[in-house]
């Protein structure tokens, strides 16, 4: 009998190098996501390995036999490091393509350049990794990295493209750049110890499995021992283990379902991107919109607990649906009522409750949300944190579910917003406003309210600053003279009512002019 899974212990060469390795990320797993932190622990790690210790060992990779016939290895697990290693060893093929020929002849153990192309691909005909997580992750890695010479001709990409979850190719681009940095400086010498070291002496635990579904077992089973993974690589894994379970006996059936579920997942990794959002922060929206209260255990746990008993390609539209809702009601709106509230903190709670009103198509939509506003930026005013809010805001999602009338809905929130918090708003606003979290708010808010189409202002734009009427410095300017006499004027200064929003070049422009010179910018 054919064990059902097989560990391995392989060098670096020996993973890249044997007759079976051959292996292909598949379409359910996340893209390549490295950026410089993992990089740079990586490198860091290896080269004190190299200097202190005769062997090291890069942790485990899990691999499954793939459904379709294939020589390639499924890696369920461990696919950030093997797409990294790959990439260190074209870059190292292409900045150095001569690497350690001065000993080749006297060292068994030295790795020259075939020896690199070689693990990078067998017999110069198949890529030893081949990324199935969408077609274009593959093209992109062929032409950026795998092509011999182009590793090296890539530009660092900027944080904003780095931060893109599912877009690798400047993920791609920025390891490539890294490594190039790294053996640049090392030279060509001490790259090639590194290189030797690499392949003889760093050691990897391949666990080779005979079935997906068993592979994606191990893989939750190891990560509830502290391997550190996503939410939604769980989600998706539990999920497709699901329907690998579901339909054991009909390949070509689970297949048509996995195919599906795949689609609907990068619909929902689209859609994350569209709305600048984590798909770890959209499945916390869902799980606070299927349970309508506080979660007791971690989102994978929750959201397990929910999804076993139901269909998993019911599971990803319903999601998918849910997320739509949120991108195209939320995220998308052009609605003064919606703009404000994106200034608001607890953002996971505003916006579930939000998303949850318009995705049960509650009847009382527009004032719900009007009367909503009111309650979340009375309580942030008047110094509330989110333990005060958070027990209601849970409620608030129920409500919305059962299509509780708005009335009864008040009378809850009610409770919390007494008269106290709303006097201890009162007071705050009545006081210095300059420095509060919510003054810019406030005057986006009051500068919406005045135009009937009005654009959409972030609170990070920082072509928009809050500009004092009576400035800081008035009495360093003969025009503003007369404000000397007004009795307790500094204490208005910071007041609401001696603000106003300027853009940055129109700030610059005011500055201390008098009034009427300065009216002309506002």
């Not at 506080?294 to 539209?317: A, G, M, Q, T, W």
Request: glycine share 4%; hydrophobic share 35%.
């Amino acid at each position: 009998m054919e064990d059902i899974f097989k560990p391995q212990s392989l060098t670096v060469g020996e993973l890249f190098g044997n007759k079976d390795a051959l292996y292909q990320i598949p379409k359910y797993q996340r893209p390549y996501s490295w950026g410089e932190d993992q990089l740079s622990k990586l490198w860091d790690d290896l080269i004190e390995a190299q200097q202190f210790e005769p062997n090291y060992f890069l942790g485990s990779i899990i691999t499954a036999k793939p459904e379709e016939a294939s020589n390639y290895l499924d890696i369920v697990d461990g696919q950030q490091r093997l797409t990294t290693l790959l990439i260190l060893l074209c870059v190292c093929r292409d900045v150095f393509p001569n690497i350690n020929d001065d000993i080749i002849e006297t060292d068994p153990f030295a790795i020259d350049s075939s020896t690199i192309k070689s693990s990078i691909r067998l017999n110069d005909r198949f890529e030893r990794l081949r990324l199935k997580t969408h077609s274009n992750h593959e093209s992109d890695f062929q032409e950026l990295i795998v092509k011999e010479g182009r590793s090296i001709e890539n530009k660092r990409p900027t944080k904003k493209d780095l931060r893109i979850e599912q877009a690798p190719i400047h993920k791609f681009k920025n390891t490539s750049v890294f490594f190039v940095e790294k053996m640049k400086d090392l030279g060509d010498k001490e790259t090639g110890k590194f290189i030797n070291y690499l392949f003889n002496n760093v050691k990897i635990i391949r666990i080779d499995c005979q079935s997906v579904s068993f592979a994606i077992k191990l893989f939750q089973v190891l990560n509830d021992r502290g391997l550190d993974l996503s939410n939604a690589d769980l989600i998706k894994s539990f999920l497709i283990g699901k329907i690998h379970k579901k339909y054991l006996e009909d390949s070509e059936v689970r297949k048509q379902h996995e195919d599906q579920f795949m689609d609907d997942w990068k619909s929902c990794e689209n859609m994350a991107i569209d709305t600048e959002e984590s798909m770890n922060n959209l499945f916390v929206m869902y799980e606070y919109y299927l349970l309508s209260k506080n979660p007791e255990r971690s989102l994978y746990d929750e959201l397990r607990n929910l999804f076993e008993p139901r269909d998993p390609n019911e599971v990803i539209k319903e999601f998918k649906d849910y997320v739509n809702t949120y991108k195209c009601e939320v995220f998308q709106a052009k609605s003064s009522i919606i703009y404000s509230l994106f200034y608001l903190r607890w953002s996971i709670y505003w916006r579930t409750i939000v998303t949850t009103c318009f995705y049960v198509k509650y009847p009382e939509q527009d004032e719900f949300i009007k009367k909503f506003r009111r309650y979340y930026y009375l309580n942030w005013m008047a110094g509330n944190t989110l333990s005060k809010i958070k027990q209601t805001s849970f409620n608030l999602i129920g409500y919305l579910k059962e299509h509780k009338p708005l009335y009864e809905i008040e009378k809850e929130w009610n409770k919390q917003l007494n008269v106290e918090v709303i006097q201890r708003a009162i007071s705050n606003l009545q006081g210095d406003i300059y420095f509060e979290p919510w003054c810019k708010p406030l005057l986006f808010m009051i500068e919406y309210e005045q135009q009937d189409s009005p654009s959409n202002f972030s609170m990070s734009d920082r072509n928009i600053q809050t500009e004092h009427i009576l400035p800081q410095a008035f009495n360093k300017v003969a025009a503003w003279n007369f404000a000397n006499n007004i009795k307790d004027i500094k204490n208005w200064i910071h007041t609401g009512a001696n603000l106003t929003l300027l853009s940055g070049q129109k700030n610059l422009n005011a500055r201390n002019y008098a009034f009427g010179n300065k009216n002309k910018f506002i």
